[in-house]
């Protein structure tokens, strides 16, 4: 019966957020403080609904509940608690109620936000937020409904793909989708901006920490799901430029222009136009991902549906949240003519602006033409790396450049006298930098146009610290200009360089890799890089829901022990499935990456070991953007109690 209360409350949540809808209207006609606050109490009690809804179905996944259908088909009494948990959005379904959990979150969070003025402008944006809650709830009632009950419950479960039985993909999604969620409050700032033809740069003040907030989970759960497959799929690489990939990256890519317009309309009443249409377009990027992951258009690890009808009800929702905005858009861009200086900070953002959507652009068309393709003739093409590698990296190129010199310009017109004594400084420093890095022997050009890159934007945040301690309060000690510097300013210096720790990332792992690939006997050793490696002993191991045979490699350098990899071939026998889990070694400056293949005691085993230089800053360097977003997110709530 608990399970039927569960449906039920998503029923409520549906017919309330329904009603939400004669409030909101009659708001945008003329406004009432009742109407808002019926919409306010609205939005509380479909989270509650949602929450609870969410809370009894994880119940029935704790539980093994297999009369249901969702849990009969996505989990199984012997898988380890944390995936019992995590069952529940790995699937369709589950995932589709955890994002519906997360959109009523956001909308209940601002619903109770006390910084923002209760008007009309606040009405909006909580009537819109409910027009999309009502859409996914009509979704996941009519087409994906979790609470399904089977006539004929099976006695046990079919289990989880094991791709999923990972913590990494425990915890993957819920940071991607509050990252894709958090997004439709962007989205709804900006469309009740172009109702109420509040087109000022107030309103921008407000949406800075949520826009923030959002792309600091959406970098961290790209950053996962990417580390997932490096250790998880075998093949020795962090990104693949899957489909679903390159959904979850197309946002990120817009959200990333969203901030840096957010920031000029906020300092300089500029940019209003760009920032609404990335804020549309952010949203409207989350959709298509929702939709190329549910509409059965691919098969993937990371694909969840093969209905093409709900993928025809995400199309739906996508062409409604996109094409109404940018209509209502169209007709109320009344924004004047701003003169733009040549050298001007200003510039240089709006600039690396149209790199960004135009990367992105890029991006969905490599992502869009092979899937759209096969719907027109039944042909299938594939497009990887090579196609990405030649339009999109390209255009990060100037990206970059632009970034690294943006900080010596100044807002409004830069004095050319001042800006090129400092850019004679950082291209001095930078010329340095390159030259001792071409010592280090780079295998292409694009080895050292990509660790050009990186080093540029070292020193360009090394010298935008210096010259900030140096023009504040000198008679001060550093660590007392330190602490008077904005908190702000450290979060752009914290994203900037965890920018720069990610490119040399990619500088090592992609072009001084090492890589060997062998049939080889127990107790027989290889060479990889600097270190020799010993392959010592063979086990068979019992895990929890799977069985395992794992081989150690003793790893030596210069003849002296290091550390033993262990690498895996597991087997689920509830799923009938295998997986290779990879032995790797961590350091700060590489790994040490190791997959045991097929083979035997009589023939020898396939082993493949990679050496990858500086690939943990790769999520390093993610992990600093991400950082440097929550101190920004600090300091305007810092800020805000303050004026209050």
């Not at 990256?249 to 209003?272: D, G, R, Y």
């Not at 949203?283 to 190329?292: D, E, Y």
């Not at 040549?342 to 992502?367: D, K, M, P, Q």
Request: net charge positive.
């Amino acid at each position: 019966m608990i399970y039927e209360f569960g449906h039920l409350l998503l029923i409520f949540a549906l017919f309330f957020s329904f009603c939400a809808f004669f409030p909101f209207g009659l708001n945008i006609v003329n406004f009432c403080e009742k109407n808002l606050l019926i919409i306010r109490k609205i939005s509380n009690l479909n989270f509650l609904f949602v929450l609870t809804s969410f809370l009894i179905l994880e119940y029935g996944f704790i539980n093994s509940e297999f009369s249901l259908n969702l849990i009969a088909n996505n989990s199984h009494t012997t898988k380890p608690m944390i995936y019992k948990v995590s069952g529940l959005w790995g699937n369709h379904e589950g995932s589709l109620l955890l994002w519906i959990l997360i959109l009523t979150l956001f909308t209940f969070l601002f619903s109770i936000n006390k910084n923002i003025p209760k008007n009309n402008f606040f009405s909006n944006i909580l009537g819109i937020q409910n027009i999309i809650i009502f859409f996914f709830l009509l979704f996941i009632l009519f087409l994906s409904n979790p609470f399904q009950r089977s006539s004929n419950p099976p006695l046990e479960g079919l289990g989880l793909n094991p791709l999923l039985q990972d913590p990494g993909l425990a915890f993957h999604p819920p940071l991607l989708y509050v990252g894709y969620v958090g997004l439709s409050l962007s989205f709804s700032f900006a469309v009740a901006s172009l109702i109420t033809k509040n087109l000022n740069q107030n309103w921008v003040i407000y949406l800075r920490p949520w826009t923030l907030f959002s792309w600091c989970f959406l970098s961290l759960g790209i950053a996962l799901g990417s580390w997932w497959a490096y250790y998880e799929l075998g093949w020795g690489g962090w990104w693949f430029w899957d489909p679903v990939e390159n959904a979850s990256l197309m946002p990120w890519l817009i959200a990333t222009a969203l901030i840096h317009s957010i920031n000029v309309a906020e300092k300089k009443q500029n940019f209003m136009n760009w920032t609404i249409l990335l804020a549309i377009l952010g949203f409207s990027f989350s959709l298509l991902g929702t939709f190329i992951v549910r509409s059965g258009l691919l098969t993937s690890v990371h694909a969840f549906a093969s209905d093409p009808y709900r993928g025809i009800f995400i199309l739906i929702i996508l062409g409604l949240s996109t094409g109404i905005p940018l209509l209502i858009y169209s007709f109320r861009n009344t924004q004047k003519n701003v003169k733009y200086f040549l050298f001007s900070r200003e510039t240089a953002l709006l600039l690396n602006n149209l790199f960004l959507v135009i990367a992105t652009i890029t991006i969905l068309i490599g992502t869009l033409y092979p899937l759209v393709l096969e719907l027109i003739n039944n042909s299938k093409i594939s497009i990887g790396p090579t196609y990405y590698n030649r339009t999109f990296a390209p255009i990060l190129i100037p990206f970059i450049l632009l970034m690294a010199i943006a900080p010596f310009l100044s807002w409004g017109k830069s004095g050319i006298k001042i800006l090129l004594n400092k850019l004679l400084i950082f291209s001095g420093l930078t010329l340095i930098g390159i030259i001792i890095f071409y010592f280090l022997k780079p295998s292409s050009i694009f080895a050292i146009i990509c660790g050009s890159l990186s080093i540029s934007l070292f020193i360009s945040v090394s010298l935008e610290c210096f010259n900030k301690l140096n023009s504040n309060k000198r008679n001060l000690s550093i660590t007392k200009r330190l602490k008077s510097l904005p908190k702000n300013f450290f979060g752009m210096i914290f994203a900037h360089l965890g920018v720069a720790v990610f490119l040399a990332g990619v500088t090592g792992e992609q072009f001084f890799k090492e890589e060997i690939e062998k049939k080889i006997n127990l107790n027989d050793k290889f060479k990889l890089g600097k270190y020799e490696i010993l392959f010592s002993k063979i086990n068979d191991v019992n895990g929890p829901n799977f069985l395992s045979k794992s081989a150690e490699f003793n790893v030596y350098s210069k003849g002296k022990f290091i550390k033993t990899i262990i690498s895996e071939k597991r087997f689920y026998p509830v799923e009938r499935n295998q997986t290779t889990e990879a032995g790797i070694l961590n350091s700060f400056l590489g790994d040490i990456y190791i997959v045991f293949g097929k083979g035997n005691l009589n023939t020898g085993w396939t082993v493949r070991a990679y050496l990858n230089p500086l690939v943990s800053w790769i999520w390093y360097g993610v992990a600093l953007m991400a950082l440097g977003g929550f101190i920004s997110i600090i300091q305007i709530i810092r800020k805000k109690k303050i004026e209050n």
